[in-house]
Nanobody, 122 residues
Framework: QVQLVESGGGLVQAGDSLRLSCAAS????????MGWFRQAPGKEREFLAAISWGGGMTYYGDSVKGRFTISRDNAKNTVYLQMNSLKSEDTAVYYC???????????????WGQGTQVTVSS
């Protein structure tokens, strides 16, 4: 079992930055890939970013490439999502998730957090 708890969401203005954190506990965190997804009302859950277990490989969805950065600190069992130049269309519930291997495929993530709301006002 892996328990994931996101934090850092909130209400910001367009153009602002925000950093989300995801604290993991339970099964060995450092052996698993981590990912961030988001879901806006009425839309499907969207892949944002993933990072390999050691942090050496990162992957991004087209909608956030160049604006968002994923990182992890295995000593703290935490993964981060730095979000810059936020836009109103970034408004969504943001989720972190854990997978056995690096992937952008939602179905391969077997542990999920409860989500944190990010609202960007224009």
């Amino acid at each position: 079992q892996v328990q994931l708890v996101e934090s850092g969401g909130g209400l910001v203005q367009a153009g602002d930055s925000l950093r989300l954190s995801c604290a993991a506990s339970g099964r060995t965190f450092s052996n698993r890939a981590m990912g961030w997804f988001r879901q806006a009302p009425g839309k499907e859950r969207e892949f944002l970013a993933a990072i390999s277990w050691g942090g050496g490989m990162t992957y991004y969805g087209d909608s956030v490439k160049g604006r968002f950065t994923i990182s992890r600190d295995n000593a703290k069992n935490t993964v981060y999502l730095q979000m810059n130049s936020l836009k109103s269309e970034d408004t969504a519930v943001y989720y972190c998730a854990s997978a056995p291997h690096d992937t952008s495929r939602l179905s391969l993530y077997d542990y999920w957090g409860q989500g944190t709301q990010v609202t960007v006002s224009s």
